[in-house]
């Protein structure tokens, strides 16, 4: 199944594009499409530091993914007063 994919930030820049198509197999999670995209791109993306929505509502590594899903990735924020 095709999975559209949005980059944000640090993510945008590393891999030089906003959106990139991923391939998954019937039955992929989040926590796959995260692996996925980051050894294809050279990305450290984990459940617990990248924050993940998808089709507009924010979702855990379990979510099951389905074909026409987009995703947005945002890398961990940080900063402060």
């Known amino acids: 199944m ?3 994919v949005q980059l ?3 993510y ?3 891999v030089g594009k906003e959106w990139i198509e991923q391939e998954l197999p019937a039955g992929a999670r989040v926590q796959d499409l ?3 995209v980051g050894s ?3 990305l450290s993306l984990s459940p617990g ?3 993940v929505a998808r089709n507009l509502e924010y979702v ?3 979510t099951l993914l389905e074909e026409g899903d987009e995703l947005v990735l945002l890398p ?3 900063g402060g007063a």
Do not use: C, V
Request: hydrophobic share 35%; net charge positive; proline share 4%.
């Open 8 to 10: 944000f930030a640090s």
């Open 34 to 36: 995260l692996e996925s």
């Open 60 to 62: 855990g590594a379990e």
């Open 76 to 78: 961990p924020l940080s």
């Open 2 to 4: 095709k999975i559209r």
């Open 40 to 42: 294809r791109h050279g």
């Open 12 to 14: 945008r820049e590393a």
């Open 49 to 51: 530091r990248t924050l």
